[in-house]
């Protein structure tokens, strides 16, 4: 089996939220002509686009879950271990773009993931553990 990689659904509140928010604070800063301010506001666009460029969840050869969000690897789960999977809109932080998440019970805790296509990503785990 070759590495599968799901990208993460982006939700379209989460991210009209963080437009307005940062359009509105960067507009604020030209306005005002606070040209220091757009350093620290022009790092947080660029690691936000990185979040939302960089996301996905990857399923490895060696039967591995690995969750990314941007930059950070957040999880290295071995796709054995895992107990359940159930759907939920828990809304508390998570490398997941979308509130239509996933909920994965694991040996050791649980993540909240955000596939674009559930059903394939739950199948893909299921060929590797049919416990789940």
Not at 74 to 92: G, H, L, P, V
């Amino acid at each position: 089996m070759s590495e599968i990689i799901h990208k993460s659904k982006i939700g379209h509140g989460i991210l009209a939220f963080l437009v307005i928010v940062l359009g509105s604070t960067t507009a604020i800063l030209i306005i005002n002509q606070a040209w220091i301010g757009l350093i620290p506001m022009s790092l947080v666009i660029l690691l936000i686009l990185n979040i939302y460029t960089g996301s996905y969840y990857k399923i490895t050869k060696d039967n591995r879950l690995i969750i990314k969000c941007g930059i950070v690897e957040m999880f290295d789960i071995d796709i054995k271990d895992i107990i359940s999977i159930r759907n939920t809109n828990a809304i508390w932080s998570a490398p997941a773009l979308s509130l239509d998440r996933l909920e994965i019970n694991y040996k050791g805790g649980c993540v909240l993931v955000s596939p674009k296509d559930k059903k394939k990503f739950i199948d893909d785990l299921k060929k590797i553990n049919p416990r789940i």
